[in-house]
T-cell receptor, first 114, second 109 residues
Framework: DSGVTQTPKHLITATGQRVTLRCSPR?????VYWYQQSLDQGLQFLIQ???????AKGNILERFSAQQFPDLHSELNLSSLELGDSALYFC?????????????FGPGTRLTVL | GIQVEQSPPDLILQEGANSTLRCNFS?????LQWFHQNPWGQLINLFY???GTKQNGRLSATTVATERYSLLYISSSQTTDSGVYFC???????????FGKGNQVVVIP
């Protein structure tokens, strides 16, 4: 158990819909990262937040947005869903202990868009 | 961004065999991690190894930062070692991890 939690584990929805994925980082970690894993693109970085502020952006679509709340949990919002958005979405966190750069991953949310 | 190449892409091992997985980076990294993705999709941290050698049970890893590569050794493989192994690097001035495409390992009894 990495200490990072994600809900829900599975999500099935239809094209055009909007969903919210939730992540709670390890206790004390200030950084939260979102990654997408798809068959064709592999594991790709989407976005990072540090203590409530956006810190870095990757190949995140404009239809996707994220935020980190004062209690440090984060949400990834995916809207106008398309079939190609079906993927495994991971949240990771880092920030405490000696290896403060080491990222620990949650179990992921498997999104299926029908 | 940095390119991460992993080899071999696929590997079939007899239980008890040893193997070496390799990861090459196109640029210098200051953070390198190895992960195991199990059949349920979970990414398990194996090593945080920007440089040097570490061992954890039957697994060990070596990173030669100056030559931009890392190796993961699996000894006396077991069926539970099956899955996909990913290496990921973070280059200077950037916090994101860039992942390779993975090494698909199947250990047969």
């Amino acid at each position: 158990d990495s200490g990072v939690t994600q809900t829900p584990k599975h999500l099935i929805t239809a094209t055009g819909q909007r969903v919210t994925l939730r992540c709670s980082p390890r206790s004390g970690d200030l950084s939260v990262y979102w990654y997408q894993q798809s068959l064709d693109q592999g594991l790709q970085f989407l976005i990072q937040y540090y203590n409530g502020e956006e810190r870095a952006k990757g190949n995140i679509l404009e239809r996707f947005s994220a935020q980190q709340f004062p209690d440090l949990h984060s949400e990834l919002n995916l809207s106008s869903l398309e079939l190609g958005d079906s993927a495994l979405y991971f949240c990771a966190s880092s920030g405490i202990g000696g290896n403060y750069n080491e990222q620990f991953f949650g179990p992921g949310t498997r999104l299926t868009v029908l | 961004g940095i390119q991460v190449e992993q080899s071999p892409p696929d590997l079939i091992l007899q239980e008890g065999a040893n193997s070496t997985l390799r990861c090459n980076f196109s640029d210098s990294v200051n953070n390198l991690q190895w992960f195991h993705q199990n059949p349920w999709g979970q990414l398990i941290n194996l090593f945080y190894i920007p440089s040097g050698t570490k061992q954890n049970g039957r697994l060990s890893a070596t990173t030669v930062a100056t030559e931009r590569y890392s190796l993961l050794y699996i000894s006396s493989s077991q069926t539970t070692d099956s899955g996909v192994y990913f290496c990921a690097g973070r280059y200077y001035g950037n916090n994101r991890l860039a992942f390779g495409k993975g090494n698909q390992v199947v250990v047969i009894p």
